[in-house]
């Protein structure tokens, strides 16, 4: 039997040079699930995104998907697209495994925990504060190129990390420390400041885009007073889940993520295309 995919939609083209299309996937012409390819709208028409890819489950464990993912990446090729990414859920064991035995890797992934109704305490001699004008200007410049240096290890070009990390930050702190939604703080211990924070609201959610704990004052806990600094501030402003990205390869960051209590909601994997 044959593999394929099959357009159900002519070519999409946004203004901005973006790229998309809708395809069957078919046995002999007989469909049996579904993928969406586009690309990224993140680093551009240069890279390609594998979303919605799925097989009928009566037609499961019989290498269909994996057939498709590497239609997928010719099309992409066919694009002119020199990487390729997915994001796979946390739950999806089975997607976990096929795009890691076809070269995916594991850039970083998303972690979620429900908060309880009340704050947690601070240890004694901790105490948040916010940040502070004459602060933040030296701290956005560390931010911008530690987190390019972050996508830069992790297989993204320097010129595009660095061009995403600026954007990025632009976006999400458009008015500094007065951005609406957005909380930047300094924890201090005994009166010394000894980390960071960056907080952000949306719903009934709240985010951690930065935690960091300088580097004279690693090896204490503060990291983790941090976190429970995130989680008192996210109550206090009556959120119910705070999420966070950690990247792989961050293992102190991951097992204080995992003693706290967060738990993974998703993967975000890449491939470079030969």
């Not at 935690?211 to 989680?231: C, F, I, K, Y």
Request: hydrophobic share 40%; proline share 7%.
């Amino acid at each position: 039997m044959t593999t394929t995919l099959r357009p159900t939609e002519p070519l999409q083209r946004a203004a901005d040079g973006a790229l998309s299309r809708h395809f069957q996937v078919c046995v002999n012409s007989r469909p049996v699930g579904e993928v969406r390819l586009s690309t990224s709208p993140v680093f551009g028409p240069g890279v390609a995104l594998i979303a919605d890819l799925r097989v009928e489950e009566r037609d499961r464990g019989r290498g269909r998907a994996t057939v498709a993912a590497l239609a997928a990446e010719e099309v992409a090729r066919g694009w002119g697209c020199t990487r390729i990414e997915c994001r796979v859920p946390a739950d999806a064991g089975a997607a976990l495994r096929l795009a890691t035995a076809l070269g995916y890797v594991h850039r970083n992934r998303g972690m979620e925990k429900t908060l309880p109704a009340g704050p947690p305490a601070l240890p004694d001699g901790s105490v948040g504060r916010p940040m502070t004008d004459a602060e933040f200007g030296p701290w956005r410049e560390r931010a911008l190129a530690a987190y390019a240096q972050d996508w830069a290890e992790r297989g993204v070009p320097e010129d595009e990390a660095r061009a995403k990390s600026r954007r990025d930050h632009e976006r999400l702190l458009p008015q500094g420390l007065a951005t609406p939604d957005t909380l930047i703080s300094v924890l201090e211990h005994d009166g010394e400041p000894v980390g960071l924070l960056w907080l952000s609201f949306t719903g009934d959610r709240a985010f951690v885009f930065d935690v960091e704990t300088d580097e004279a004052h690693r090896g204490r806990g503060h990291g983790r007073s941090l976190m429970l600094l995130a989680e008192a501030q996210a109550i206090g402003n009556g959120k119910k889940v705070l999420g966070l990205n950690v990247f792989a390869g961050n293992t102190p960051a991951e097992r204080l993520y995992d003693s706290l209590g967060y738990v993974p909601v998703g993967y975000s994997m890449y491939k470079n295309l030969l």
